[in-house]
């Protein structure tokens, strides 16, 4: 793998930029492969690279319908944090955001990674005690919360100038998440992809797969694709929304269900938000990209639904909730939206697991699963290594359901 | 945005309504008749198809009707005549 650096930045200036190398080759398709993982995107390409760097399976092909990274990874809003409520789920996240703060230099790719803290507008008492109550357990695991009150709040964040005293939802105060941070999406997914195609891993884009296949004896042999039969003795699926679509096809049924999340950008500005702004009580969040665009999220669609656009409905309702804090926003020009299709599990908490049909498995109910790539892959590899969990994922698998044994995370997410 | 056909008051918008969720199963009469995977599955499993699924609005600012339509999840086309939830 050709080193990015400083000096080979001048040195491939010097020759006119036509000597990169590719970042990644396009192999031709073989029959069978020791793990064959579905999806392209960032927990596909993160559980590739870590079978074959921690793991030293390099047999691996990751196969995606559509184009490397054009899935959700590329359909966020880039927030990297680990403020969770569960005992299970906060070591979780922190291992991931501890994973993300040196991903740049162990892909020796440029992230673009911004340490920033996010701080949540909090405007009612009862979303403050639970805020509160997450801070205690955060604590255990070395996350971290903090409280500041409205005067702190607005110092924070000027352009913050709705909310006072008269208006609907007056602000109470403001809570502090510093291991929070953004990064560019894209190379999160390109870094990856170059690091995994440097340990001999395959990526095949426009592979499209139609059916997964298992034996008599109901383990999982391979899957059938537009591009013909690839055969596999382990399967992971890591295609977010539409994870039900595949196992429904060896009539496996998860406990899931997939919703349409929007997010929209306004034109460049100059720095005027330099924190990612969480406001759970109305539903909106939004940070400043590095190109001066405000990113902005809201609301998921309410039914399910596998769309990737925005309904008018769902976007002026947020819209109306961001300008009730950041009334000056009323001047920005919007230029552009996007949408995804997530899956969601019955208790909100990923799963990442075997599954009945063995050499299959899953990983899925990423809501908000960009902050979870790096701990996501690194511990899907263990398992499909191993055949058995990282302990970081055992109460993430699906035998939880089978007791009981939800993990409720709603309210953490967008997922409201 | 849909527009939903409350039986009372016609076709009205999606902004008028609350969504309700997707038409569940009836609760089992007796849960401890169930195996475990039944009533495991009656909880958390509900069908995510790429197509149609059946699911409840509340006409909570219109008459206050409860409504359940067939939606289609790839194009929101709202499939077939609504008919009172019953429920």
């Keep these: 793998m050709q080193k990015y650096s400083i000096a080979s930045l001048a040195r491939n200036a010097l020759s006119q930029h036509k000597n990169w190398q590719q970042a990644w080759r396009s192999p031709p398709l073989k029959p069978e492969y020791d793990v064959l993982i579905i999806g392209a995107g960032g927990h596909g390409l993160a559980t590739a690279y870590y079978l074959a760097h921690n793991h030293g399976i390099r047999n691996v092909a990751v196969i995606e319908k559509g184009w490397l990274g054009g899935g959700n990874v590329a359909r966020n809003t880039v927030t990297i944090r680990s403020n969770y409520m569960r005992d299970e789920s906060i070591p979780f996240y922190v291992k991931s955001v501890s994973l993300y703060d040196n991903l740049t230099k162990d892909l020796n790719y440029n992230l673009m990674y911004s340490k920033r803290s996010m701080i949540d507008v909090v405007q009612t008492y009862p979303r403050l005690r639970n805020i509160r109550r997450r801070m205690l357990t955060m604590d255990i695991y070395g996350s971290t919360y903090h409280q500041i009150s409205e005067r702190e709040l607005r110092k924070r964040i000027p352009a913050l100038t709705g909310g006072g005293p008269d208006s609907r939802l007056p602000i109470i105060a403001g809570m502090v998440h510093p291991d929070a941070a953004v990064c560019r999406h894209d190379a999160v997914a390109w870094g990856y992809a170059r690091s995994a195609d440097d340990h001999g891993v395959e990526i095949h884009q426009n592979t499209e797969v139609t059916q997964l ?8 042999t391979g899957v059938e694709t537009n591009r013909g039969r690839i055969r596999a003795k382990k399967v992971a699926v890591a295609v977010s929304g539409h994870t039900t679509t595949l196992t429904d096809t060896i009539g496996l049924k998860l406990p899931l269900q997939s919703f ?10 100059k720095p005027v938000i330099d924190v990612v702004v969480n406001c759970p009580d109305i539903g909106v969040y939004l940070s400043q990209s590095d190109k001066g665009e405000l990113v902005i999220g809201g609301a998921p669609d309410a039914g399910q639904s596998f769309r990737r656009d925005i309904k008018q409905n769902v976007f002026e309702d947020a819209v109306a909730s961001m300008l009730e804090l950041f009334p000056a926003f009323k001047r920005l020009k919007l230029l552009r939206q996007w949408g995804g299709t997530l899956d969601i599990a019955h208790d909100a908490t990923p799963i990442v697991s075997k599954t009945a049909v063995p050499g299959l498995y899953v990983s899925a109910g990423w809501w908000g699963g960009f902050k979870a790539i790096p701990a996501g892959g690194f511990t899907l590899a263990h398992l499909i290594a191993n055949n058995e969990p990282h302990a970081l994922i055992e109460p993430f698998s699906l035998q939880r359901f089978d007791s009981l044994d939800f993990i409720l995370e709603s309210g953490t997410t967008t997922a409201r | 945005m849909l527009t939903i056909t409350c039986p009372f008051c016609g076709p009205r918008n999606e902004t008028e309504f609350v969504h309700g969720g997707p038409l569940r199963v009836p609760r089992p009469n007796d849960p401890q008749a169930l195996s475990d995977t039944e009533w495991v599955a009656y909880l958390t499993i509900t069908e995510n198809p790429l197509g149609l699924v059946k699911e409840k609005w509340w006409h909570v600012r219109g008459c206050g009707e409860w409504v359940t339509i067939e939606r ?4 929101h086309d709202v499939h077939t005549k ?4 019953g429920e």
């Design chain 1, 213 to 220: 296949l298992k034996s008599a004896d109901g383990a999982i």
């Design chain 1, 260 to 269: 349409n999340l929007a997010a929209f950008v306004s034109e460049p500005v």
């Design chain 2, 72 to 75: 289609d999840t790839r194009s």
């Design chain 2, 82 to 85: 609504q008919e009172p939830a």
